[in-house]
């Protein structure tokens, strides 16, 4: 949507797929933000006129006058999830966009790898059931963390195994997204937490 | 002093959304209820949702808003309006964010959105006050019924009827959603009773009703110790107040009664007056204030020597008797009853067709009405003093009775008395001719509430929209009488015919405003029967399929109110969306002056904040929000 804010006449154009789930996820977590205020409300907590500044919800007051905001109190934050400095989830991710990037020209699902940094988590597409696949990625994915104490060569073998790592998780992101079965699936996303986990620890070992 | 809010159409959203979330877990025959506690320990089930919405301590100026529309529009239904407001608000969203207003410049996208919202709800409006009533009468009334006002019980119905239609059917699905089907039989049977003697031979139905309704507070009594079904009906009528005087000894009938107004003995001094006591020039000795309470007292002798003549024994007053009348009235053998509540005796002058006296020396015998009784009854804690009326041509002819409601506690006979004065409104909106309903709603609300700032409300609201409204009467109006069966029923059916009638639109003439209109009013409106099958989606989809058949039996609901529902939901969206700007203001409050006109149980309490849910007691200074209507 192009939303630039001037005088000129806007075409709206139909949101992309991404763009759906985060307005998905934003109507989501809306709705999960009135329930709990209804809760609070129920409870005899008084709803202010005054908005919060930080996310722009509504403000309760609970009866020793304090105030409080449900969604920056106790829903986890929605912008946070990006921050790559908060989240190792998105400092992966961010890693792992700009491998995509610098590597010859990717297959076709890269672009929506890049698009939706933010919903990586959640996409629960259907799967083809390969479960000895599965496992023999499961346990490539799995590679031997090279030991902490061993100098420059390392780094070569530290890179070698992410980008192991890294094929393997594209290709289960793939399989993932063309799979028809529930068990395949959940193996299949098992895979890809197994790899980023793997990722997060070559990552530390090479810091 | 905060800073101006600027609104935008996610704050009317949020808002909206919470009083939703407060209200669904409570709606639809499976709904649960909210335990109200105090801080003195007292506790109160309710499932009613103006009880809910109105416990609630909103200072958003926008949730008050709704609030108070709601409680002012029906006498039931609150859940369903904030659900409809909720779903309507969410999809003019949905599409002022698809379509921006292009023939305005904005100075942001919000602006155009908020811009285009209003447009739609204007439309929507118009829409619904053009056509609503013609979609209603061919799209969904021929799925119902008509209940005819002589019909209260299903017993007088020939058995022919495969629907068994009749006025306690009705009121027993009113009951039903507040009460649950432990009482609502019972009750039922007893408002329908209440009802066929309170009907004026002559008169329209709606006359009737008006009638109970006006005075239901004078018509019932609540008692509280006592089961539910302790709950009865007394001939004549019961005044809540004890006699000052003991009672009349022997029961000589009739008894003959007159109404004062004022006190029998007259104030001729005030505090600041000076008397001069003297005898006109001449100085006489001992001439002392004593002499003059001496001669007032026998002018006061005088008035009910001449009452006795007339061969009154009771004396029913407005105001409080000095001393001295009711040692007097004592001595004559008559008895004297103070403080009669202004509705309470203007039921009784109504009743007994007599005119109070105003001014004491003039006594004269139309003052005086002829009882045939009038005697102390216990009820519960408390001794009054019940009255019955002589059979006269000149009265009106109804045999007056009054409600004794029984409960446990205290709050469940204020809820039950509630429960009634509301099925009395709702079957009184049943009753009343269409179209005028529409443009005396107003007068009506202007009756049955006290409070100022709701009366220019509602005013305004009305003189806009009649103002706006391009044919303000209606040619089609629908039959008084008028029911559909329960359960989503109406909502499904003019959702049918709203689709219905977008796709004949499309089809005859590309009027795309009005197609889309009627769909988003469509979409908005199947959102009911979903939250109300919620639990079982599949009982949903049969319903959708016995509706159509006309085989639904699960109680009756009334069209009109459900017409009148609609409407207030529209106009209270459009008022919510013209809303621009939030303006933070100091005053400082004593009681909760700003909450909306609540039942007597609640104006009692006015330190204590009204409602159940553990509060506190507010008496500082509060910041008092007003919201600013943007004009166009």
Redesign the interface.
């Known amino acids: 949507m192009a ?1 630039n ?1 001037d ?1 000129e ?2 075409e ?1 154009e139909p949101p992309t797929e991404a763009e759906m789930k985060v307005i998905q996820a934003r109507r989501e977590r ?2 999960k ?3 709990l ?3 609070y ?11 919060c500044e930080v996310c ?3 403000l309760l007051q609970d ?1 020793q006058q304090k105030n409080y905001c449900v969604s920056c109190q106790e829903l986890d934050s929605d912008i946070d999830k990006d921050n790559p400095a908060l989240n190792p989830q998105a400092a992966l991710s961010q890693v792992r966009e700009r491998q995509l990037a610098s590597q010859s020209p990717a297959p076709s699902h890269t672009p929506e790898l890049n698009e939706s940094p933010s919903s990586s988590q959640g996409n629960m597409s259907v799967p083809q059931p390969r479960p000895e696949h599965c496992e023999g990625a499961a346990a490539g994915g799995r590679t031997p963390l090279p030991p902490p104490a061993v100098p420059s060569p390392s780094r070569l073998v530290l890179q070698e195994a992410e980008e192991a790592v890294l094929t393997k998780l594209r290709w289960a992101t793939n399989q993932l997204q063309s799979s028809a079965s529930l068990e395949a699936s959940i193996q299949l996303c098992s895979l890809i937490t197994s790899c980023a986990n793997s990722l997060r620890s070559l990552k530390e070992v090479s810091q | 002093m905060p800073p101006l809010e600027h609104l935008h159409m996610k704050n009317v959203l949020q808002t909206v959304g919470v009083l939703e979330a407060v209200i669904l877990r409570s709606f639809g025959p499976e709904g649960g209820q909210v335990l109200f506690t105090r801080d003195t320990g007292q506790a109160m089930l309710s499932r009613s949702g103006t009880r809910i919405l109105t416990a609630l301590q909103l200072e958003h100026p926008l949730a008050r808003l709704c609030v108070w529309k709601h409680s002012t529009a029906t006498g039931d239904g609150s859940k369903t309006f904030i659900l409809l407001l909720a779903s309507l608000l969410r999809l003019i969203h949905a599409a002022a964010s698809k379509e921006p207003n292009v023939s305005h410049s904005y100075n942001s996208t919000k602006a155009a959105e908020a811009a285009t919202a209003r447009h739609l709800a204007d439309k929507l409006l118009a829409f619904a006050l053009k056509e609503l009533d013609e979609l209603i009468a061919t799209g969904v009334v021929p799925y119902g019924g008509r209940i005819s006002w002589e019909d209260f019980t299903a017993t007088a119905q020939s058995p022919s009827l495969a629907n068994n239609l009749c006025v306690q059917k009705l009121l027993r699905s009113f009951f039903h959603t507040r009460f649950g089907y432990t009482h609502c039989d019972f009750i039922s049977h007893l408002a329908c009773e209440l009802l066929s003697y309170w009907k004026f031979k002559n008169e329209l139905p709606s006359f009737s009703l008006q009638f109970v309704s006006d005075n239901f507070p004078a018509l019932h009594t609540p008692v509280s110790g006592f089961p539910v079904c302790a709950s009865r009906l007394i001939d004549g009528q019961v005044i809540h107040r004890d006699f000052a005087t003991p009672p009349l000894k022997t029961d000589h009938q009739p008894v003959k009664a007159v109404v004062l107004t004022r006190s029998l003995q007259p104030t001729l001094l005030n505090t600041g007056d000076v008397l001069e006591v003297g005898c006109g020039g001449r100085m006489m000795e001992e001439r002392s204030i004593v002499h003059f309470s001496a001669w007032m007292e026998r002018s006061l002798q005088g008035i009910i020597a001449n009452l006795q003549t007339l061969g009154v024994c009771v004396l029913l007053s407005a105001v409080k008797q000095s001393a001295a009348v009711l040692a007097l009235a004592t001595q004559a053998e008559m008895c004297v009853v103070e403080c009669v509540s202004e509705d309470e005796l203007s039921l009784f002058v109504r009743l007994s067709g007599t005119i109070p006296i105003w001014d004491c020396s003039m006594i004269e015998p139309e003052h005086v009405v002829t009882l045939t009784f009038c005697r102390p009854i216990q009820l519960g804690g408390h001794r009054y003093v019940h009255v019955a009326f002589q059979d006269s041509e000149e009265r009106i002819t109804v045999k007056p009775c009054s409600l004794v409601i029984c409960a446990p506690g205290e709050g469940q006979t204020e809820q039950y008395a509630c429960a009634l004065q509301d099925a009395v409104r709702m079957l009184l909106r049943t009753w009343e001719p269409m179209h005028a309903a529409v443009t005396t709603t107003s007068k009506r609300t202007l009756q049955s509430h006290k409070s100022s700032s709701l009366h220019t409300d509602n005013l305004t609201d009305r003189t806009t929209y009649r103002s706006s409204a391009i044919q303000p009467i209606h040619k089609c109006v629908l039959e008084p009488g008028c029911v559909i069966s329960a359960g989503g029923s109406f909502e499904l059916l003019l959702h049918y015919a709203l689709l219905q009638h977008g796709h004949s639109c499309s089809v005859s003439h590309d009027l795309n405003i009005d197609t889309s209109v009627s769909q988003l009013l469509a979409n908005a409106l199947l959102s009911v029967p979903q939250k109300i099958y919620a639990h079982s989606p599949r009982h949903f989809l049969e319903t959708q399929s016995k509706v159509i058949n006309s085989e639904l039996d699960l109680g009756l609901e009334s069209v009109s109110c459900k017409y009148q529902l609609l409407l207030a939901v529209l106009q209270c969206v459009r008022s919510l969306l013209k809303v621009d700007t939030v303006l933070p203001t100091h005053i400082a409050l004593h009681t909760q002056s700003s909450r909306p006109a609540s039942t007597s149980w609640e104006d009692t309490e006015d330190e204590l904040l009204s409602g159940y849910i553990h509060l506190h007691t507010h008496t500082h200074t509060h910041i008092v929000y007003h919201a600013i209507y943007k004009e166009e």
């Open positions: 939303l804010g005088e006449d806007f709206w809306q709705d933000i009135s329930k205020m209804g809760d409300l129920l409870k005899g907590y008084k709803m202010l006129g005054e908005c722009g919800t509504i009866r």
